[in-house]
């Protein structure tokens, strides 16, 4: 074997950690859990927007996850407080089941595009508002900018989004030292090589500046984030943007990328209040309750 394939070795494992990390639990029997997701009330094309909330909630999953695992903690939530909840799956990649968010992020946000027509047309609200996290959290903002996705929402919320991209601690920094690495990445899985600080697509996306007119954002962060890294990049700059940090709201809360968007109340809190700014009520550490 030659010697720089032996020292690739390492980053490999590595990067197959972090998408280990990023991996729900639940995600081995998500073919059992995506026919639980209409029964737990998200997914209904039947549901009509209230006078109370008007506009549909569209959920859109980090990277390596899915429709149905990454939100059987919010979803029901937020349809337990009578929204009208979808999430969808995007970045698929072929004959990779379950694990998505791995094709190229302007594809994906091609994606969420013909999604939301979709939830629009069901509904018959004139706007939709998007919950993403991760990669969930930032692919939309392309979608906003550059699809015409800023006339048909209303807000962007992003839990741990890699708004700026992210360095994985400093590990994606050793990708030069391993020649054909970073090619390979980028065959394999375009959407990861997308999101990688200072990437072309990030470039492009943070261009001119972070926001579009007329779309409220809120970034809700965890100082313990591993993956989207450093986690100060998370926050946007701009009209109508609204940044927060979990800690300051209760700092007990020890969350990292992972827990923000699938199992923490305070964060669901602050989310659910980033969705109805007219009936906030203080997040605390009492929210997660």
């Known amino acids: 074997m030659l010697p720089w394939k032996r020292a690739l070795r390492p980053l490999a494992a590595l990067l197959l950690g972090v998408a280990a990390a990023l991996v729900p639990a639940a995600a081995a029997s998500a073919s059992g859990t995506a026919a639980a997701a209409p ?22 999953h980090g990277t390596f996850g899915n429709s149905v695992d990454n939100w059987l903690g919010l979803a029901p939530y937020l349809t337990d407080r009578g929204y009208c909840v979808y999430s969808l799956d995007y970045g698929r990649l072929p004959g990779v089941p379950v694990f998505h968010g791995l094709g190229p992020i302007a ?19 004139a706007k939709a508002d998007l919950v993403g996290h991760s990669q969930g959290g930032m692919m939309p903002r392309h979608y906003l900018k550059f699809l015409g ?53 990030v470039t492009r996306l943070n261009a001119g500046g972070d926001t579009v007119p007329g779309v409220r954002y809120t970034v809700i962060a965890t100082r313990y984030d591993e993956v989207v890294t450093p986690w100060r990049t998370q926050y946007l700059s701009g009209p109508g943007v609204h940044n927060v940090l979990l800690q300051d709201l209760c700092p007990l809360d020890l969350s990292e990328h992972l827990a923000i968007g699938l199992t923490d109340r305070i964060a669901f809190h602050e989310v659910a209040n980033a969705l109805d700014p007219a009936h906030a009520t203080p997040t605390t550490c009492a929210s997660a309750l």
């Open 39 to 60: 029964s737990r009330g998200w997914n209904d094309y039947t549901c009509k927007p209230s006078a109370a909330h008007p506009r549909p909630v569209v959920l859109v």
């Open 107 to 125: 594809e994906s946000a091609g994606q969420l595009s013909a999604f939301v027509d979709r939830v629009l047309a069901a509904t018959g609200a």
């Open 149 to 201: 996705g800023a006339a048909k929402v209303n807000a962007l919320v992003g839990l741990a989004p890699d708004n700026h991209g992210t360095d994985l601690d400093g590990l994606t920094r050793l990708l030069p030292y391993f020649p054909g690495a970073a090619d390979l990445l980028e065959a394999a899985t375009p959407g990861l090589t997308d999101q990688i600080t200072g990437s072309d697509f």
